[in-house]
């Protein structure tokens, strides 16, 4: 029916295109387990369903709220809305204080708790993250 070249030329189109398509899967699949989405406090307490992955929440240190103890530091982020409790274990920045912007990365126990597993505040006093700045209102 058809010719040797005509069959060569089909399965080799089949074969890039078989690959094309698993590739195109396997980099979604990644993708989608490296995505890591931002949150403000206010965002959390609208959630209707607590996720297990991994998030960022950002805002301010409250004043006062810095608690360390042997090797966990608990403090509170606000987005002058809402508030969320954050514990963390390990070293923190170094311009980490109470009343400085702060994003965490971590997982959610409930709308009041979070667990940070990472502390990304690695900035000068005057830099505040975009996620950050859009969530508190500011320009």
């Known amino acids: 029916m058809y010719g040797r070249k005509v069959k060569l030329r089909f399965l080799f189109i089949l074969v890039i295109l078989i690959t094309l398509i698993v590739t195109t899967f396997l980099i979604l699949k990644s993708l989608r387990e490296n995505v890591v989405y931002f949150q403000s406090p206010s965002e959390i307490k609208l959630l209707t369903e607590i996720d297990k992955s991994k998030i960022r929440i950002g805002g301010m240190v409250k004043k006062n709220s810095i608690s ?54 690695k900035h000068d006093e005057n830099y505040m993250p975009p996620e950050v700045k859009e969530a508190l209102g500011e320009k």
């Open 68 to 121: 360390i103890n042997s090797n966990e530091v608990s403090f509170i982020i606000s987005d002058f809305k809402n508030e969320i409790n954050v514990t963390y274990s390990g070293a923190l920045p170094n311009l980490f204080a109470e009343e400085k912007g702060v994003v965490a990365e971590g997982f959610l126990k409930d709308r009041n708790f979070f667990s940070a597993t990472k502390i990304l505040a």
